[in-house]
């Protein structure tokens, strides 16, 4: 029989974060300090494989409780998913002391520029000559050109599409100048100079509240004469909206989602609701969920009900972080 793993407590308080999982354990990070989550990270990485036995022991001693079976494997990385859903990109960085990433590729340029929200792109091109402006309307993906160029000043606008229409072929040595501005730009977003990291950390936060409270802190922070209400708005996705998703949409956030987790966001659910979720699964699915929901609710909890359905929105928003489908209030804000 081996010898006993012996676990500093950092080491302790890592495996119990990565036991309890992504949702639990991101909620519980936010509460750290910075430099115990420093010593979390550095404690993951040295941990391999946990005997289950070594881990209840673990448990036992933090006095908490964990379902039964959850051993442990590949904790740095697991870790780093738990950070990774529950910080920003920024907030990660800083916390893991990494320094600035390798400059982007060209076609890395070309996809992350057009990440950026159409109307603070549009700002940041009216510092740009307008064949620069040109060239880079003119390669992007027409659907997020076309939003860029709604936001642009009309005293800039005209121009450029005309230069836009009059564009032979972009020399490589120009298009390369192109290329390293937009770096630039790039850059000067991720060093925080752009409120969207400000504005996805408060979107966050609201996504986690009721429809109701949401509508209350927004009309607060309109009121208080926010800049980023729009930018922040975009970002917000709750249950309810489901209904104003595409179908391609709502097949894409339901697809793989736990049954018992649809089953429980239903409860109580409008009839237009419960369709525009039941005609994004397959037809065998819908059944099980159908006959379900036709049963006694074997006391689903209205706290329960609400979490399924913050779970599912939260999906959604991760999602469109990827961009595999677009939330309503994006569509309205553009």
């Known amino acids: 029989m ?52 070594e881990l209840e022991k673990v448990v036992e001693e933090f006095e908490n409780e964990f379902t039964e079976g959850a051993g442990l494997l590949d904790s740095a990385d697991s870790m780093d998913t738990i950070l990774s859903e529950s910080l920003s990109p920024e907030e990660v960085n800083v916390l893991l002391g990494r320094k600035d990433p390798p400059p982007l590729g060209a076609e ?11 109307g603070r ?61 937009i770096a630039e730009i790039l850059r000067a977003e991720a060093s925080g100079k752009d409120a969207s990291a400000g504005q996805a950390r408060v979107a ?21 004469g926010s800049e980023d209400v729009e930018g922040i ?38 009839g237009e609701l419960a369709e525009a979720v039941l005609s994004a699964l397959g037809a065998r699915s819908r059944r099980m969920i159908e006959s379900e929901l036709q049963m006694e609710d074997d006391g689903v909890s209205v706290e329960a009900i609400g979490e399924a359905r913050r ?11 990827k961009g595999v489908i677009e939330l309503p209030s994006a569509q309205n804000a553009a």
């Open 121 to 181: 792109l549009a700002r940041l091109l009216a510092q740009e000559h307008p064949q620069t402006v040109a060239v880079i309307l003119a390669r992007m993906a027409p659907q997020a050109g076309s939003k860029v160029v709604r936001e642009l000043d009309r005293s800039q606008r005209g121009e450029v599409i005309r230069r836009v229409a009059s564009m032979g072929q972009v020399p490589q040595a120009a298009k390369a100048v192109i290329e390293k501005r």
């Open 2 to 53: 081996g010898a006993a793993v012996k676990l500093t407590q950092a080491q302790k308080a890592a495996a119990i974060l990565v036991a309890m999982g992504k949702p639990s354990a991101g909620r519980l990070l936010k509460f750290f300090k910075q430099e115990e989550l420093k010593s979390l990270i550095e404690a993951a990485r040295l941990l391999r494989t946990i005997p289950q036995a």
């Open 311 to 321: 779970r599912i929105a939260a999906t959604a928003v991760e999602l469109a972080q």
């Open 108 to 118: 890395e340029v070309w996809a992350e520029i057009e990440k950026l929200e159409p």
């Open 204 to 224: 966050r936060l609201l996504n986690e509240l009721d429809r109701e409270d949401i509508t209350d802190v927004m009309d607060d922070l309109e009121k208080a």
């Open 233 to 270: 708005r975009a970002r917000l996705f709750t249950f309810e909206e489901v209904v104003h998703l595409s179908q391609k949409a709502r097949v894409a956030l339901f697809d793989g989602l736990p049954a018992d987790l649809v089953t429980a966001s239903l409860r109580g659910a409008p």
